[in-house]
Nanobody, 125 residues
Framework: QVQLEESGGALVQAGASLRLSCAAS????????MGWFRQAPGKEREFVAA????????SYADSAKGRFTISRDNAKNTVYLQMNSLKPEDTAVYYC??????????????????WGQGTQVTVSS
């Protein structure tokens, strides 16, 4: 079993930065691809960013490109999402997910095996 715990969400003003963290426990995720997804009120969950097992490859949603950076520290079993120049439309619950059966990144949520409980990010205008 894998437990994922997100942290770092907050209420911020537009233009601010936040760094989300996702700490894993239960097993090492050093051979797993990891992803960040988000879900805004009344909307479906959407892909934000993903990173391969060793950080060698990353993928971003168009809305995140140039503003968000995903990274990982396998020694700490933790994945991060640095979010800069936040906009009100970034308001959502952010979830991290682990794809334990593959080292390759995916933008599809149904290809991830474990999910955290989420952390709320609210961006005011």
């Amino acid at each position: 079993q894998v437990q994922l715990e997100e942290s770092g969400g907050a209420l911020v003003q537009a233009g601010a930065s936040l760094r989300l963290s996702c700490a894993a426990s239960g097993r090492t995720l050093s051979t797993s691809a990891m992803g960040w997804f988000r879900q805004a009120p009344g909307k479906e969950r959407e892909f934000v960013a993903a990173i391969s097992w060793n950080g060698g490859r990353t993928s971003y949603a168009d809305s995140a490109k140039g503003r968000f950076t995903i990274s990982r520290d396998n020694a700490k079993n933790t994945v991060y999402l640095q979010m800069n120049s936040l906009k009100p439309e970034d308001t959502a619950v952010y979830y991290c997910a682990a794809r334990t059966r593959s080292v390759l990144i995916s933008v599809r949520g149904n290809e991830y095996d474990y999910w955290g409980q989420g952390t709320q990010v609210t961006v005011s205008s």
